[in-house]
């Protein structure tokens, strides 16, 4: 794998956990923990 990529990949995963977390606050706690762990 290169570097490049998997900071691209680690971005993605905390842009979406971001996303889940702000769900959640709204009623959807089942989200975080699908994409957060």
């Known amino acids: ?3 490049e990529y998997m900071d691209r990949m ?3 995963v905390d842009s ?3 996303q889940s977390i702000l769900i959640s ?3 959807r706690p089942r989200t975080v923990n ?3 762990s």
Do not use: A, E, L, Q
Request: charged content about 25%; aromatic content about 14%.
């Open 25 to 27: 606050v709204r009623g």
């Open 34 to 36: 699908r994409m957060c």
């Open 10 to 12: 680690n971005d993605k």
């Open 16 to 18: 979406y956990c971001i």
């Open 1 to 3: 794998m290169y570097p």
